[in-house]
Nanobody
């Protein structure tokens, strides 16, 4: 089993930055594709970014492309999401997820393990 714990969320003004972290425990996730998703109030959960197990492939939702960077440190069993130039519409609970596959993935059905989420609130 893999346990995922997100951190780094908070309240920030528009234009600001946050760095989210997802720490995995239970076993290594160095052979797992990882992803970040988010869910805003009253909306469905949506894909944000994904990274393959070795970090060689990344992919972003159009809504965050150019403002967001996903990375991973397999030695620390941790995945990161750097969010820049934040907008009020980025306000959501951000979830980290792990696949039982080395590949990246863009849909939540592809993921087997989920964290509890961390709140990001962007004020205008």
């Amino acid at each position: 089993q893999v346990q995922l714990v997100e951190s780094g969320g908070g309240m920030v003004q528009a234009g600001g930055s946050l760095r989210l972290a997802c720490a995995a425990s239970g076993r290594t996730v160095s052979r797992n594709g990882m992803g970040w998703f988010r869910q805003a109030p009253g909306k469905e959960r949506e894909f944000v970014a994904t990274i393959s197990s070795n970090g060689g492939f990344t992919y972003y939702a159009d809504s965050v492309k150019g403002r967001c960077t996903i990375s991973r440190d397999n030695g620390k069993n941790t995945v990161y999401l750097q969010l820049n130039i934040l907008k009020p519409e980025d306000t959501a609970v951000y979830y980290c997820a792990a696949r039982a596959s080395v590949a990246a993935g863009t849909t939540d059905r592809q993921y087997d393990y989920w964290g509890q989420g961390t709140q990001v609130t962007v004020s205008s």
